[in-house]
């Protein structure tokens, strides 16, 4: 039996992302990213920036160009995404049926990315005009991506995560910090600052924890300075290690790798999983002994995860260990 159906009879497997969402606001800039991706392949999402990629005035303009590239041959892989404007800006429902209204777009877009969510009650609003649209055009649903990037959206944060239609939740530490009206020092949005300030650090936590519990994935906010790689993968590791995010915004194709590096799996590991889990197949999935240490379907879990992981982020397994994933 593959792992997916031996471990998780009861309860849904989570979901898992490719571990770098990348975001991009200009022309230029979507085209560079998206010849980055076919060449490094499905490592990593883009997110086209409508909420601030548009000048005002430009907005539909900017939502037709991107969804030309959407629709083009040249996104080989179908995963972008798009972040639109909140469900109150007048551009919301234009961004939606100018996305959806193509067959050719709505087949492939891999998510919506809803900013500046409060409440459950605007997400809900949202989702029920996208799939209202999206089934008109042949499909039923589109994933859903939430920034939290206040406190009322930290405060709902676990009714958010879950909504079913959901499956990323990602922390906007920029807009949360101001949303504090000065009582947060500006340090607190990059590093060491935005993993020691307390409120910071719970409202990290609790998106990651909320994100969890209910098998969704926390994307972790951008490092603000993207000229030095070693501070992306500094900051891309503790988000990993001590907040349990496992992915991690990009803004500049220089933090794409470096984010990836950070988060995947190290060969030691993986080797271990592969070993640990061959093992339990072959024994049916009960319990087994490696090394004087006992393992189960709790540590399975955990050891598919690695390998799953693993695979996203473009690790080559040896031979023999794909059928695992």
Same mark, same amino acid.
């Given at each position: 039996?593959?792992?997916?159906?031996?471990?998780?009879?009861?309860?849904?497997?989570?979901?898992?992302?490719?571990?770098?969402?990348?975001?991009?606001?200009?022309?230029?800039?979507?085209?560079?990213?998206?010849?980055?991706?076919?060449?490094?392949?499905?490592?990593?999402?883009?997110?086209?920036?409508?909420?601030?990629?548009?000048?005002?005035?430009?907005?539909?303009?900017?939502?037709?160009?991107?969804?030309?590239?959407?629709?083009?041959?040249?996104?080989?892989?179908?995963?972008?995404?798009?972040?639109?404007?909140?469900?109150?800006?007048?551009?919301?429902?234009?961004?939606?049926?100018?996305?959806?209204?193509?067959?050719?777009?709505?087949?492939?877009?891999?998510?919506?990315?809803?900013?500046?969510?409060?409440?459950?009650?605007?997400? #809900?609003?949202?989702?029920?005009? *996208?799939?209202?649209? =999206?089934?008109?055009?042949?499909?039923?649903?589109?994933? @859903? $991506? &939430? /920034?939290?990037?206040?406190?009322?959206?930290?405060?709902?944060?676990?009714?958010?995560?879950?909504?079913?239609?959901?499956?990323?939740?990602?922390?906007?530490?920029?807009?949360?910090?101001?949303?504090?009206?000065?009582?947060?020092?500006?340090?607190?949005?990059?590093?060491?600052?935005?993993?020691?300030?307390?409120?910071?650090?719970?409202?990290?936590?609790?998106?990651?924890?909320?994100?969890?519990?209910?098998?969704?994935?926390?994307?972790?906010?951008?490092?603000?300075?993207?000229?030095?790689?070693?501070?992306?993968?500094?900051?891309?590791?503790?988000?990993?290690?001590?907040?349990?995010?496992?992915?991690?915004?990009?803004?500049?194709? #220089?933090?794409?790798?470096?984010? *990836?590096?950070?988060? =995947?799996?190290?060969?030691?590991?993986?080797?271990?999983? @592969? $070993? &640990? /889990?061959?093992?339990?197949?072959?024994?049916?999935?009960?319990?087994?002994?490696?090394?004087?240490?006992?393992?189960?379907?709790?540590?399975?879990?955990?050891?598919?995860?690695?390998?799953?992981?693993?695979?996203?982020?473009?690790?080559?397994?040896?031979?023999?260990?794909?059928?695992?994933?």
């Amino acid at each position: 039996m593959h792992p997916s159906q031996a471990l998780f009879q009861e309860q849904a497997a989570p979901i898992f992302l490719p571990v770098c969402d990348h975001y991009a606001g200009s022309e230029k800039l979507m085209l560079k990213s998206l010849s980055l991706q076919n060449e490094l392949g499905p490592v990593f999402d883009i997110t086209f920036d409508c909420e601030d990629g548009a000048a005002v005035g430009n907005e539909l303009e900017h939502i037709r160009m991107l969804s030309k590239i959407i629709a083009s041959s040249d996104n080989q892989f179908n995963r972008i995404g798009v972040r639109v404007h909140h469900l109150a800006h007048p551009c919301f429902r234009q961004d939606i049926e100018v996305l959806l209204s193509q067959a050719d777009v709505c087949k492939k877009l891999a998510y919506l990315v809803l900013p500046k969510v409060d409440n459950v009650s605007e997400v #809900n609003t949202s989702i029920h005009f *996208i799939n209202e649209i =999206a089934t008109q055009h042949g499909r039923t649903s589109i994933p @859903i $991506h &939430i /920034l939290i990037e206040s406190q009322a959206g930290l405060a709902n944060v676990g009714e958010l995560a879950a909504v079913p239609q959901v499956e990323c939740l990602s922390f906007g530490i920029m807009d949360f910090v101001s949303s504090h009206w000065g009582a947060i020092p500006a340090s607190a949005m990059r590093s060491p600052g935005q993993f020691t300030h307390p409120l910071v650090t719970r409202a990290k936590l609790e998106i990651a924890a909320a994100c969890h519990l209910h098998g969704k994935v926390p994307s972790h906010n951008v490092s603000t300075d993207f000229k030095d790689p070693s501070i992306t993968l500094s900051d891309a590791t503790r988000a990993a290690l001590e907040f349990a995010y496992t992915r991690m915004w990009s803004i500049h194709p #220089n933090q794409i790798k470096p984010i *990836i590096k950070a988060m =995947a799996p190290r060969s030691t590991e993986i080797k271990e999983a @592969i $070993h &640990i /889990l061959s093992t339990a197949q072959e024994n049916q999935w009960g319990p087994i002994e490696i090394h004087g240490r006992l393992h189960d379907r709790a540590s399975y879990r955990y050891y598919w995860t690695v390998l799953k992981k693993a695979s996203i982020s473009g690790v080559n397994l040896p031979e023999g260990a794909q059928y695992l994933v």
